[in-house]
């Protein structure tokens, strides 16, 4: 499935047992919980909105995991994260608690935007939000980068992830030029999970690699990884986070991957085979990560099936509580919200 691994960079290609151990047995336990505890939470929050309990959009991270659990573990909390639509997995990595993200998919007042924003516009004191137009949040992510460099601020980058069908938009292309052109601090992560809602990235972009080609237009470095394995991600940031602090300029990098679940809950996947979803499911982050852990830490099948059943406690109980949270009271409905 990750049809780039021939054009990855020569630092993912070292011994795995070699970053594993240097990333280690207790960090990578804490990082398969946390890609769990997101897994959880996208399938009782999909059952939540069979249920009726969730309306409006839904977009499942599942399949995605390791990508932006990876960025965390590398970089920390304390940068300005921007992301697309598909945003619950984020929001939980830099510390929205799983109540108050369920409490926002169900419209309650203690919700993450006190009900406002639904499954698609999620925020922490980090995350400047997750935005519905494709495309839409790649300058907001640049700004965040002037900010910090026009500030002063050495240790401090932007961290921007989009998906494959936002990279013809004009907005990528016209951040990216600002950005090279005024040295910004911002990474740009293609999640290229391989589909445009319907469409194949490959009748949609006339580039295969799509970081590695748009980068060198825009004077700036661009690396392909395999966003399916955790260990590859986060020897891939770890280099790029290096590269960033010494140079200050932007890099772009995509990370392939593969989504498990449709373009958005209404979307049946039809464009893909039964076939074709289980070869997919073959590799599986969370299976990965797990398999390293088993022959790495000597990790048990009781281990982690244990591991899982307490993160799905956990989002049992956030389901829980949501459901009993109060509607927003209608007279509130037009505080906090922006129209132009």
């Not at 919980?33 to 996208?42: G, Y």
């Not at 040295?183 to 970081?211: H, K, Y």
């Amino acid at each position: 499935m990750v049809k780039n691994k021939k054009s990855q960079p020569k630092f993912l290609k070292k011994d795995r047992q070699k970053v594993l151990k240097k990333i280690g047995e207790e960090t990578l336990v804490e990082n398969l919980k946390r890609m769990l505890l997101i897994r959880n939470f996208e399938t009782r929050a999909e059952s939540a909105y069979q249920n009726g309990k969730i309306g409006g959009f839904f977009h499942a991270y599942t399949g995605q995991e390791a990508i932006q659990t990876a960025a965390l573990e590398v970089f920390g909390p304390n940068h300005w994260w921007i992301t697309t639509y598909r945003c619950h997995a984020l929001a939980l990595l830099l510390g929205a608690t799983p109540e108050e993200v369920m409490a926002e998919l169900y419209g309650r007042e203690t919700g993450n935007a006190k009900g406002r924003g639904g499954s698609m516009h999620l925020y922490t004191d980090r995350m400047l939000g997750g935005f519905g137009i494709v495309g839409g949040h790649i300058p907001i992510a640049a700004g965040a980068a002037f900010a910090l460099k026009y500030k002063g601020v050495k240790d401090e980058i932007a961290i921007c992830f989009l998906g494959d069908g936002a990279v013809a938009q004009g907005a990528f292309h016209e951040t990216l030029n600002m950005a090279s052109l005024w040295d910004l601090p911002c990474l740009f992560i293609i999640e290229n999970n391989q589909w445009g809602m319907g469409t194949s990235v490959e009748r949609a972009l006339c580039m295969e690699r799509l970081a590695e080609d748009h980068a060198s237009t825009y004077h700036m470095k661009g690396y392909t990884i395999n966003g399916m394995d955790f260990a590859d991600c986060f020897a891939a940031f770890e280099h790029v986070k290096e590269e960033m602090f010494k140079t200050g300029r932007p890099i772009l990098l995509e990370a392939v991957t593969e989504r498990f679940k449709g373009h958005s809950i209404s979307d049946p996947g039809l464009y893909r085979s039964k076939e074709q979803l289980k070869k997919i499911m073959k590799e599986d982050p969370i299976l990965i990560l797990r398999n390293d852990l088993e022959k790495t830490a000597g990790l048990e099948e009781d281990d982690f099936k244990e591991m899982d059943k307490e993160l799905k406690d956990v989002v049992v109980e956030a389901m829980k509580y949501a459901d009993e949270q109060p509607w927003p009271d209608k007279a509130t409905l037009e505080e906090d919200v922006f129209a132009p």
